[in-house]
Structure formats: structure tokens, C-alpha cells
């Protein structure tokens, strides 16, 4: 009951209730106390009319009129003249004097509340004005156990009835709040675990229904969510089922190529001054097919570890990049240059970052040399109190606006002609895979510089 929306909701209105019904307990009580007092001296009041009526009564008719008076004296102030109306002996000293003439409600509430609480029996003083102006004022001695006594049971009579309505209260707010609720909820709950269950079959999308305006808002946010989620997985299928049949065409399709590539070899060598001017660009042309079937197996197999975190010197990594690029370069006039601080240590996968600075060197390269000017590429590393920065810097040509626009999308965002894009795709997971961005930090028309992120701070490799 307790774990339950309704239940809880009970039990809170319940409390709340008798908060507010102790809230109006107190000052009930003190008006109680205030109307017994006043009744006391009208009462009084009353019994004294036979005195005043006739100068002498007996001792018997005096004690029944003050026994239902429920007084010990009655004192009539009129003319300026204070008079002993009625009198019988007091137990005890007055202890206490009440004057309920113009008393305020905080006087009212702590004098009950102190009467309430107070055990023992007292003989007080009540000063009051006379009813129809008979008088200046009364005043009588009474006990106070009866008035504690009278109080106590109308308290807990105030307390029951009060117990009464919150509980009556409580129930019909409970039966509401399941109804508008708690009802809807478990249903909007159901759809869910319906949805979860067989989130491709289009029946369990939910169908809003709720004339709640936050409910309402809710479901439309789910079948909207719902509906969002069965279209991404159809098509996640789609794509999935697209690319295993790409993965084997590929597959087929470099070892077809690879064969062809081994005959093209041998017609270069071909003196035949047709042969010869045709056969390299065949050879260029099954080249970058193989390379494009290759690309798309690597990236199809989506099975790149989870880098190793190491510690290793950035320079001799960089070193050995640019001495592999510089073999590729032969004759043309390209230069590289390197500016990383003796010794500097990083903490990533080496294999991994190899690949990723491989990378990008090279398309830096092959842009240089297809722009037919002389270049220079630059590798420079820092450092901060957050992360490790690799720049890698060349004077190419700059990246055209349809390349920038899907520059990590595998297969749209090649830069030279005939590349598939896949180099950036996947230097940019293997950087994210560190906890890392690899960004585009500059391209215009005096070069490109592209700028790798890794954090210092542990990284949750997942």
C-alpha cells in the first residue's frame, strides 16, 4: 500500500486532514472554554434576580441557586456599588482571576490551553458584563474540574468527528485519484511494456485517449517516441540486412579485382606504346576499386577494440608517420615538419593513434601532390591541464564545401577523387573511443588543419 501512487496519496490526505482540524482544534476549544464562562455568569446573573427580587432568602434556596449556577459567589457591581449577591464558602484561595471583558483571542487561546493541560483543582475569579446592561459588572468563584472536565469531552468530540471526515475525505480523494489518475497511468505503463516487448509490431504503439492535459501531453510524447523508434528500427534492419550483402559483393568483388590487378601488372611491362599509355590508367582505376572494397569490409566488420591506455613518447610515433609519408613523397617537392617537446608522454592506444595521425598525414599528402604545387605538412603537440592536442597542418588547396559539409561520414566525405571518406569515419571513432574529438580546426585556400582532443581525466572505455 505504502509503494502505491493511490496509497500514499491516502495516507497523505489523511495527515493533512487532521493538521488542519488540529490547526482548528485549538481555537474551538478556547471559544468552548469562552462561551461555558459567559454561561457560568449569565447563569449567575439569573440566580441572582431572587435576591434582588427579595432582600431575604433562605440558606437552602441560596446553596440550589448557586449549585445550578454552578458558582461559589456571584458579586453585582451596579451604581458604582459593589454587592454580595449570593455566597457560599470556597474551598480553597482564588488562585487565578479571568476577565472575559474585551480579552483577546491569544489571551483566550493560552488561558484554555493552560486550563486544558492543568490537572489540578482551582478555585478562580470570572469577571464579566452583565447581560441587558443589568449592571456594571459580575463577577463569580467557581472550581475549574468541571470546565477541564467539559473541555476534554468536547475536544474529544471535535477529535472523533474530525477522525470521521478525513478518513470519508481521504477514501473518496483515493477513489479519485485512481479513477483520473492512477488508472491512466497503469494504462499509459501497459502500452509500454506491451511496446518493449514487440517494439516492431505497429499494435502495441500507443493511441492516446486521456482527457487529462498532462497525461494527454504524455502519451502524444510516447507515440510520437514509439512511432520515431519502430521507423529507426525497421530501417536499422533494413540497413543491416543492405550492408551484409554489400559485405559479401565486397568480398567477392577484391578478389575478382585483385586477380585483375596481378594481369594489369604484367601488361605495364608491355612495350606497346598503346598499351603502355593505357595501362596505368587501368591499373589507378582497379587500384582505388580494390582499395574501395577493402574500406568497406574494414568498416562493415565494426569490430575495432576498445584501445589499450598506455603511456608512450607522441615524438618517436610522429617520427615514424612522417618517415613512412616521406618514402611515399619520392622526388616531389613536399617537406614535412615536426614540432612536439622532447619527451613528451601521452596516454592512449599507440596502434590506434598511429592510424589516426597515418591518416591524416596522408590525405594531407595526397591533396598536396593532386593540387600540383609544392607544400608543407606540420605535426605539432601540446598540452593543457585537461587534454593532449595534436595538430596536423598542411598549405594544400583547402577542403571543398561538399566535403566539409559530411566530412566524418563514412562514404560522402571524401576529399580526392575516387576516396570513399571511410579514412576520417573511422579516425574519428578511434578518437571518440578514447574519449576524444577529432575537429576541423581551419581549411581555406592557404591550407587544412585538422586538430585531435585527448582528455587527461579516466574515461569510461565502452
Not at 568480398?251 to 590487378?261: C, G, M
Not at 598506455?310 to 622526388?331: H, N
Not at 587534454?387 to 571543398?400: A, E, F, Q, S, Y
Request: glycine letters at 6%.
Amino acid at each position: 500500500m505504502l509503494n502505491t501512487l493511490s496509497g500514499r496519496f491516502l495516507i497523505l490526505t489523511v495527515i493533512f486532514v487532521m493538521l488542519a482540524e488540529v490547526l482548528i482544534f485549538v481555537p474551538s476549544v478556547a471559544r468552548y472554554r469562552e462561551d461555558y464562562l459567559l454561561l457560568r455568569l449569565e447563569r449567575a446573573q439569573i440566580a441572582s434576580l431572587a435576591l434582588l427580587a427579595d432582600d431575604m432568602i433562605d440558606m437552602d434556596l441560596e446553596e440550589e441557586l448557586l449549585k445550578n449556577a454552578g458558582v461559589y459567589n456571584v458579586v453585582l457591581r451596579r451604581d458604582e456599588m459593589r454587592q454580595l449577591i449570593l455566597s457560599s464558602p470556597i474551598p480553597e484561595p482564588i488562585s487565578e482571576t479571568y476577565d472575559m471583558r474585551g480579552a483577546t483571542a491569544g489571551v483566550l487561546i493560552k488561558d484554555a490551553m493552560m486550563q486544558l493541560f492543568d490537572r489540578s483543582e482551582r478555585v478562580v475569579r470570572v469577571i464579566g458584563a452583565p447581560v441587558q446592561d443589568a449592571g456594571l459588572l459580575i463577577e463569580v468563584t467557581m472550581g475549574t474540574q468541571d470546565l477541564r472536565a467539559a473541555m476534554i469531552d468536547y475536544g474529544v468530540r471535535v477529535l472523533a468527528l474530525s477522525a470521521v471526515i478525513s478518513i470519508v475525505t481521504a477514501f473518496l480523494l483515493f477513489l479519485a485519484v485512481r479513477a483520473i489518475l492512477v488508472r491512466p497511468i497503469k494504462s499509459v505503463v501497459s502500452y509500454m511494456q506491451s511496446y518493449s516487448a514487440a517494439p516492431e509490431d505497429a499494435r502495441s504503439v500507443i493511441t492516446p485517449r486521456s482527457g487529462v492535459t498532462e497525461l494527454r501531453e504524455a502519451e502524444e510524447a510516447l507515440l510520437k517516441l514509439q512511432t520515431e523508434l519502430t521507423a529507426a528500427l525497421k530501417q536499422k534492419e533494413r540497413l543491416a540486412q543492405l550492408g551484409g550483402a554489400v559485405a559479401k559483393v565486397s568480398h567477392d568483388l577484391r578478389n575478382i579485382l585483385t586477380s585483375a590487378q596481378l594481369f594489369t601488372d604484367r601488361i605495364e611491362s608491355s612495350e606497346d606504346p598503346l598499351v603502355a599509355r593505357l595501362a596505368p590508367k587501368l591499373v589507378n582505376s582497379i587500384t582505388r576499386a580494390v582499395n574501395l572494397c577493402e574500406g568497406t569490409l574494414a568498416f562493415g566488420k565494426a569490430e575495432e577494440p576498445a584501445p589499450t591506455l598506455t603511456r608512450f613518447a607522441i615524438g618517436e610515433m610522429v617520427a615514424d608517420v612522417i618517415a613512412s609519408e616521406r618514402l611515399a613523397v619520392e622526388d616531389y617537392d613536399l617537406s614535412f615538419a615536426e614540432d612536439i617537446p622532447a619527451g613528451l608522454v601521452v596516454r592512449a592506444d599507440p596502434e590506434q593513434m598511429y592510424r589516426v595521425v597515418s591518416n591524416l598525414v596522408r590525405n594531407a599528402r595526397q591533396a598536396i601532390v593532386a593540387s600540383g604545387k609544392p607544400g608543407e605538412i606540420a605535426v605539432s603537440v601540446g598540452e593543457s591541464e585537461e587534454c593532449w592536442m595534436i595538430l596536423v597542418r598542411d598549405t594544400g588547396p583547402g577542403l571543398p564545401p561538399k566535403a566539409q559539409e559530411h566530412l566524418f561520414t563514412p562514404f560522402q566525405g571524401g576529399i580526392r577523387k575516387g576516396g570513399t571518406g571511410l579514412g576520417l569515419a573511422i579516425s574519428s571513432e578511434l578518437v571518440r573511443g578514447h574519449g576524444g574529438i577529432l575537429k576541423l580546426a581551419q581549411t581555406d585556400a592557404t591550407g587544412t588543419a585538422f586538430e585531435i582532443c585527448l582528455p587527461k581525466g579516466e574515461v569510461s572505455i565502452k
